[in-house]
T-cell receptor, first 116, second 115 residues
Framework: QKEVEQDPGPLSVPEGAIVSLNCTYS??????FMWYRQYSRKGPELLMY????GNKEDGRFTAQVDKSSKYISLFIRDSQPSDSATYLC????????????????FGRGTQLTVWP | NAGVTQTPKFQVLKTGQSMTLQCAQD?????MSWYRQDPGMGLRLIHY???????DQGEVPNGYNVSRSTTEDFPLRLLSAAPSQTSVYFC??????????????FGNGTRLTVT
């Protein structure tokens, strides 16, 4: 079993829809959770960062972490065609837990298309 | 401020050839790393470095060598290219490997095909 599971999609939604992207994980030591966005032919860029459980909101984006269920989500409200990209979740146990320094475990990415 | 710069953008090699993928960052980042991205596999860590002179293996290190003689540069060497190394390679850096909230900054990748 991979450390991080993510449905690759593809996911296609109309402009203005609410998008829900999800990842599950198996390692209970993970406590740092990130979402990266990757446009076609570009490198990933950090979109959201959360520590431990709870919610974090940034504009139209909300990240949720449920450590009890080992489940994280990214919600995109009022989706726009410019949100069309691949979204990768990533997580780590962090330096303090003795993990490989800087080691992030990535999901496979979910390809999202928002059509006008 | 260029960020993370990777060269070349595209490369085609024949089986058995060697080459070096270049990566440079101008942000004075301590941590640098190489990932490969394959369809259905996601990003997999090849090698990483927590500072000049210090390197270590990641998840898929076989067939690759790295060195870190300066803070800025972290080249990835393919010793004898194989078709299984056809992939998109990303270099990424972060300010510190000792700060858990230090985000990774990625380059735009090198697309490598081995025939």
């Amino acid at each position: 079993q991979k450390e991080v599971e993510q449905d690759p999609g593809p996911l296609s939604v109309p402009e203005g829809a609410i998008v829900s992207l999800n990842c599950t994980y198996s390692n209970s030591a993970f406590q740092y959770f990130m979402w990266y966005r990757q446009y076609s032919r570009k490198g990933p860029e950090l979109l959201m960062y959360t520590y431990s459980s709870g919610n974090k909101e940034d504009g139209r984006f909300t990240a949720q972490v449920d450590k009890s269920s080992k489940y994280i989500s990214l919600f995109i409200r009022d989706s726009q065609p410019s949100d069309s990209a691949t979204y990768l979740c990533a997580m780590s146990a962090g330096f303090d837990r003795g993990s490989t320094l800087g080691r992030l475990y990535f999901g496979r990415g979910t390809q999202l298309t928002v059509w006008p | 401020n260029a960020g993370v710069t990777q060269t070349p953008k595209f490369q085609v090699l024949k089986t058995g050839q060697s080459m070096t993928l270049q990566c440079a960052q101008d942000m004075n980042h301590e941590y640098m790393s190489w990932y490969r991205q394959d369809p259905g596999m996601g990003l997999r860590l090849i090698h990483y470095s927590v500072g000049a002179g210090i390197t270590d293996q990641g998840e898929v290190p076989n067939g690759y060598n790295v060195s870190r003689s300066t803070t800025e540069d972290f080249p990835l060497r393919l010793l004898s290219a194989a078709p299984s190394q056809t992939s998109v390679y990303f270099c990424a850096s972060s300010y510190s490997a000792r700060r858990n909230n230090s985000p990774l900054h990625f380059g735009n990748g090198t697309r490598l095909t081995v025939t």
